[in-house]
């Protein structure tokens, strides 16, 4: 089975501070992904990267970077955090050329 | 471009009745679609996919899906629910081989005893 594990379930931070989000999967996959996810917004891009050092911005990468320097590992990072970036955090992974993805279960952030 | 509309945001049904989520699709490719389920606190998991095979999909714990390009609907249904299938549900479609996934904003399943 495919196993997505992010590093923290919950979080809790103080605005203005620099936030770490992990995400590890064990499938060697190539894709790797992060969303937000907002009540009645469904799941939103923030960045995905399809290889080992490469990323592209999704819908909403403002306020967030990401950095992939091994294949298993994507991370999240808020340089800077903001309230209005209080939400649930989704990992996922995906073979490349696979539609399918694989989710992690999730982080959620609360910034005060 | 590509996007989903699922057509309800909440859905309640009484247990052992059947279940039936509403999604409507655009997508200017051939689509694939998807449905997941994301239980209380937990990531999302797959119940079935479509990639232009049989236009019924069966998934996981008695879901199906029915692919109507004329009507470009994804409908998800279950003939007969039960308490454990209480969770949100998202309709999806992405382009075909292609990681681009569009989600639609849920619906929520209520079961009631």
């Known amino acids: 089975d495919v196993k997505v594990t992010q590093s923290s379930r919950y979080l809790v931070k103080r605005t203005g501070e620099k936030v770490f989000l992990e995400c590890v999967q064990d499938m060697d996959h190539e894709n790797m992904f992060w969303y937000r996810q907002d009540p009645g917004l469904g799941l939103r891009l923030i960045y995905f990267s399809y290889d080992v050092k490469m990323k592209e911005k999704g819908d909403i990468p403002e306020g967030y970077s990401v950095s992939r320097e091994k294949k298993e590992r994507f991370s999240l990072i808020l340089e800077s955090a903001s309230t209005n970036q209080t939400s649930m955090y989704l990992c996922?992974?995906?073979?490349?050329?696979?539609?399918?993805?694989?989710f992690g279960p999730g982080t959620r952030l609360l910034v005060l | 471009a590509q996007s989903v509309t699922q057509l309800d945001s909440h859905v309640s049904v009484s247990e052992g009745t059947p279940v039936l989520l509403r999604c409507n699709y655009s997508s200017s490719y051939s689509p694939s679609l998807f449905w997941y389920v994301q239980h209380p606190n937990k990531g999302l998991q797959l119940l079935l996919k479509y990639t232009s095979a049989a236009t019924l999909v069966k998934g996981i714990n008695g879901f199906e899906a029915e692919f109507k390009k004329s009507e470009t609907s994804f409908h998800l249904t279950k003939p007969s629910a039960h308490m454990s299938d209480a969770a949100e549900y998202f309709c999806v479609v992405s382009r075909e081989n292609n990681n681009d996934m569009r989600f639609g904003a849920g619906t929520r399943l209520t079961v009631k005893p």
């Open positions: 996922a992974s995906s073979r490349q050329g696979g539609e399918t993805q694989y």
